[in-house]
């Protein structure tokens, strides 16, 4: 089966660490590929260096990959849209900023995948602010009419909290010096901002409660929270802005490792595993319809995602989550005063 993946800002630092990883199979494996890649024209010409660089791969599994500044060109048939063009985050800027700017972006791109994408096109938003952005796109996506009388539901559109996963996992098994596979049920809820929850409350080392773990190496349950709440969320929330603080750039190899990892798990299923993917609420956990969080969720072979329901947060969580969703709340406020929705 050929796909047909759609990659905004191609021409930018994210596309250029995940590109060359996409056409050479890090999603689709075997399956051939074809590159559909959108600029804004005064990116045309440093895309064009990326298409001659892509060709010098001669990868077997990239058919084809042609650049245009189109988005119903860029997006037409596509069986996946990754959403990374947008302006990224600058020292100082707040994810307010980011949605003034970006806005217009991602209600204009989601009124192309809807007239011209697969119906069932998997939409991954990477751009900032990455959750808002997604609810955006995905409202001028379902109201599009198409010529083959079906609608792409909102549900077709979320957005990259993996790499906050990623993140986490990566941060326990520093700490702990378990290897990162054998970590599993790390959640990150809410936004993809410094208000997210990352969670290790269910989490398994090695199959061993990981606050069990934490508390035979933090010397007991009580230094074991402490080192959560004080050391381990504020760590994984401003990674970002720690990153850009000591790179002068947002992170760019990370973060298109986690859009691979996201769209695979995505298109090919989790396997029972629980992932983070920031996904439109049809009101679990307290989320407000229509926002769109992040959640743990798993993937059927189908390549149908579904919330992790029936878990059980406890206060200071719950009131974490609360703050997180009291953003998305306003973000969507704002998006709809500054007539994006
Ligand atoms: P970058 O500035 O290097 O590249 C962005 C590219 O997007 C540029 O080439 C620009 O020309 C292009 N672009 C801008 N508007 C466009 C449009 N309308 N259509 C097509 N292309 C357009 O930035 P980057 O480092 O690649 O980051 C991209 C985005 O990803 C930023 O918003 C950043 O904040 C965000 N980000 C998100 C995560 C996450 O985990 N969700 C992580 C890192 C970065
Ligand atoms: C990140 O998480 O690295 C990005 O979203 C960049 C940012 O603005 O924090």
Request: hydrophobic share 45%.
């Amino acid at each position: 089966m050929t796909r047909t993946i759609a990659v905004t800002g191609a021409a930018g630092s994210i596309a250029y660490s995940l590109l060359f990883r996409l056409a050479a199979g890090a999603v689709y494996g075997q399956e051939p590929v074809r590159l559909r890649l959108l600029e804004v024209p005064q990116a045309v010409e440093r895309l064009q260096g990326v298409l001659m660089e892509l060709a010098d791969c001669a990868y077997p599994t990239l058919l084809e990959a042609t650049a245009t500044t189109d988005p119903d060109e860029a997006f037409a048939d596509a069986d996946a849209a990754l959403l990374i063009g947008a302006a990224p985050r600058k020292e100082g800027m707040d994810r307010a900023d980011l949605l003034r700017r970006n806005g217009e972006v991602f209600r204009a791109q989601g009124a192309a995948l809807g007239r011209s994408a697969t119906a069932d096109v998997r939409v991954v938003v990477v751009g900032n602010p990455a959750n808002t952005n997604a609810l955006i796109a995905a409202h001028h996506a379902s109201v599009q009419e198409r010529a083959d009388g079906r609608r792409v539901d909102p549900s077709r559109f979320t957005a990259l909290t993996r790499l906050d996963h990623n993140r986490a996992l990566g941060m326990v098994a520093q700490k702990t010096g378990a290897p990162v596979d054998t970590i599993e049920r790390v959640t990150i809820w809410g936004n993809h901002s410094n208000t997210q929850v990352p969670d290790l409350t269910d989490a398994l080392i090695d199959g061993r409660s990981a606050p069990a773990v934490l508390a035979d190496l933090c010397g007991g349950a009580e230094r074991a929270r402490a080192w959560v709440t004080d050391e381990f969320i504020p760590a994984v929330a401003g990674r970002g802005a720690a990153v850009i603080s000591a790179r002068g750039a947002s992170s760019a190899a990370s973060a298109a490792a986690a859009a691979l990892d996201h769209l695979r798990d995505w298109t090919f299923g989790t396997n029972g595993a629980r992932v983070s993917m920031a996904v439109r609420s049809t009101g679990e956990y307290g989320v407000p319809a229509g926002l769109v969080s992040s959640f743990p969720c798993t993937v059927d072979t189908s390549g149908a995602y579904q919330i992790v329901e029936g878990l059980v947060l406890d206060d200071a969580r719950r009131s974490l989550l609360d703050d997180s969703v009291a953003e998305l709340t306003a973000e969507r406020e704002d998006a709809a005063a500054l007539g994006f929705l």
